[in-house]
C-alpha cells in the first residue's frame, strides 16, 4: 500500500490507525527476535562455558612451563609456533609509573621542574550545557555571551508513534 497524504482530519486519523497497527506488528516481530537471539546465545553460552574454563586452565599450566624454559625452542625471537598454535611473550604498552600518591601530586611535582612545559599538558573545553543555561536566563552575563556571537540553536523534529493504550500488553 502506498499511502497517500491526508487532505483531511478523518483520512489522518485512518492513516495514524495504520501506523499504529504496522508499528504494533513491527514490535511484536521485534520482541519474537528477541526471545530467538536469547535463546541462542543462552545455548552457545551454556556450549562454550566448559571450553572456555578448559582453555583457560590449559594457558595458566603452559605460561609457567614457557616462563622456565620452554621459551627455548624459540630461539632468538619471543614466540614460536607449537602444536598448531603461537605461544610467547609480547611486550605491553608502555605506562607511566610514579611513587606519588595520585596523579594530581606527580603533576605538581612536575610543574615545579623546569620540564613542565614539556611533560603537562593544559587543556580547556567548552560547557555547553552552562553557556545555554546562562544564555536563557536573560541575566546580563547571557546577554554579553550572545554578543560574542553565541546563541541557543533548538531544533524541532516530526515524529509519529504509536500510543500506548490503557489496558493492552505492549510486546
Keep these: ?17 495504520h501506523y ?22 543462552a545455548q552457545a553460552d551454556a556450549e562454550l562455558a566448559q571450553i572456555v574454563s578448559t582453555l583457560e586452565t ?9 616462563r622456565s624454559g620452554g621459551s627455548a625452542v ?9 602444536g598448531g598454535c603461537m605461544i610467547g611473550t609480547r611486550a605491553g604498552k608502555p605506562k607511566l ?12 611535582a612536575l610543574f615545579a621542574s623546569p620540564w613542565r612545559k614539556r611533560t603537562l599538558r593544559f587543556s580547556y573545553a567548552l560547557d555547553k550545557a552552562a553557556t545555554v543555561k546562562l544564555l536563557e536566563s536573560g541575566a ?14 533548538q531544533s524541532e523534529a516530526f ?4 500510543a500506548e493504550q490503557a489496558g493492552t500488553i505492549a510486546p
Design 74 to 82: 624459540a630461539g632468538n625471537r619471543k614466540s614460536a609456533e607449537l
Design 20 to 41: 499504529a497497527e504496522l508499528a504494533a506488528a513491527a514490535d511484536f516481530v521485534e520482541g519474537v527476535r528477541n526471545v530467538q537471539v536469547a535463546t541462542i546465545n
Design 140 to 153: 546580563r552575563i547571557g546577554r554579553e555571551i550572545a554578543g560574542l556571537g553565541f546563541r541557543v540553536d
Design 97 to 108: 609509573a610514579h611513587g606519588f600518591e595520585n596523579d594530581k601530586a606527580a603533576a605538581e
Design 58 to 66: 590449559i594457558r595458566e599450566k603452559l605460561e609457567p612451563w614457557w
Design 1 to 17: 500500500m502506498r499511502p497517500r497524504t491526508p487532505r483531511t482530519v478523518a483520512q489522518a486519523t485512518v492513516l495514524l490507525e
Design 159 to 162: 515524529f509519529v508513534e504509536r
